[in-house]
């Protein structure tokens, strides 16, 4: 069987638009999403829609998606004091997402346990600790093996970095951080996703680099008009951080 993963989608329905069109030419049977479908994108009503409409599609709660679904002044304080540009995002986004949308948000699981071809599988948007912890590239593999600390899994499958990543535990638990469909933080910023194929208790891993049209995103994006979304339609063409 073959899964497509999906993670940190933005609201950029460009790059979601163009990534599944790659899905289904490879045969895709599901979508695993990992959650932060909306917040600080282009598009966000459309994403949520389109992905709540999805029958084979399992999908989780990122950690944006629950500052979305459960804003408060409290919330936004704390996220202007960090990321000035991802609070104002924010602050828009819950002007205009209706509340059938944000129940939607709210309701999705935090994380998901499953079995694929007898490949045990959890799904996270950061880690198994914490929805908004960094699995990047190159970390210490003793810090991997403390995140995973009480998990059983075979496969554990995670977002949030915008950065594709993998390991192999000494316990032989596989770790893969699928990247980023909306926003990704690579060199050359073309949407990234995973397709995983599962067999007979086994499985393999490719991260997928799709381009789409980055700049109708970018004009978009430019378009929605509060204090810093000209700086995040920057980020889409040409990334720097994702913290901003």
């Not at 989608?9 to 959650?35: S, T």
């Not at 990321?83 to 939607?104: C, Q, R, T």
């Not at 770790?175 to 690579?186: H, K, L």
Request: glycine share 6%.
């Amino acid at each position: 069987m073959k899964v497509a993963v999906l993670s940190d989608i933005h609201g950029n329905f460009q790059a979601l638009e163009r990534v599944m069109q790659d899905v289904k030419e490879h045969n895709c049977e599901k979508v695993f999403c990992l959650g932060d479908l909306a917040m600080a994108g282009p598009q966000p009503r459309m994403v949520i829609d389109f992905v709540r409409r999805q029958n084979n599609w399992i999908v989780i709660q990122g950690n944006t998606d629950k500052m979305i679904a459960d804003f408060s002044p409290e919330i936004l304080r704390g996220t202007m004091k960090v990321f000035p540009v991802m609070a104002n995002a924010l602050a828009d986004d819950v002007l205009f997402i209706e509340e059938d949308k944000k129940e939607y948000l709210r309701k999705l699981p935090a994380q998901k346990e499953l079995t694929v071809e007898g490949v045990k599988i959890l799904l996270v948007h950061g880690s198994p600790r914490r929805n908004n912890e960094d699995i990047l590239p190159d970390m210490p593999l003793k810090d991997i093996e403390a995140m995973l600390e009480g998990t059983d899994a075979d496969l554990i499958l995670c977002g949030h970095t915008h950065i594709p990543a993998g390991y192999q535990t000494n316990k032989k638990q596989t770790v893969v951080n699928a990247g980023s469909v909306g926003r990704p933080m690579t060199d050359e910023p073309k949407a990234c996703y995973v397709i995983a194929e599962f067999e007979n208790g086994g499985f393999s891993i490719e991260h997928r680099f799709i381009d789409y049209d980055r700049h109708t995103a970018a004009e978009i994006m430019r378009a929605r008009n509060f204090d810093g979304a000209e700086k995040i339609a920057e980020m889409i063409l040409k990334p720097e951080s994702r913290h901003i």
